[in-house]
């Protein structure tokens, strides 16, 4: 299934591990989204 916001397609699966994500995709191109802005306001 995908699923399209602002424009951005999105691949929506239910998986139980990696194993079974990686019949999906590379697992070597997923990386994490870390949003810095909001990491510091926590530490102010």
Do not use: F
């Not at 699923?3 to 994490?32: F, I, Q, T």
């Amino acid at each position: 299934m995908s699923h399209r916001v602002n424009g951005a397609l999105y691949h929506v699966a239910d998986c139980w591990s990696p194993a079974k994500v990686g019949m999906h995709v590379d697992l070597a191109s997923l990386v994490e989204v870390v949003d810095l802005a909001q990491i510091r306001a926590k530490r102010t």
